[in-house]
């Protein structure tokens, strides 16, 4: 499971990397960092979280991926994979 970390949207990019097999994702309006493993991209309820922020903010982000849910609708995903 990821671990939050809450962050204004001007910190976006401030952090340090995620480790290797590992991504960043930003949750809801909070923008509550997780950093998730990459194995998740193959989830099909995670991939359905993709393709609604791809809807919601496009393809083109200046910082990491965003997505359009709750921090506990996230959660709750994760738990599950």
Do not use: W
């Not at 809801?28 to 809807?55: H, T, W, Y």
């Amino acid at each position: 499971m990821g671990k939050c970390e809450m962050q204004t949207r001007g910190e976006l990019g401030q952090k340090k990397r995620a480790p290797k097999g590992h991504m960043v994702v930003y949750v809801g309006e909070e923008m509550c960092r997780f950093v998730v493993p990459i194995s998740c991209l193959k989830n099909p309820q995670f991939q359905r979280l993709l393709d609604e922020a791809a809807q919601v903010y496009g393809f083109h982000s200046n910082g990491g991926i965003m997505l359009p849910c709750s921090p506990s609708t996230f959660i709750r995903v994760v738990k599950l994979i």
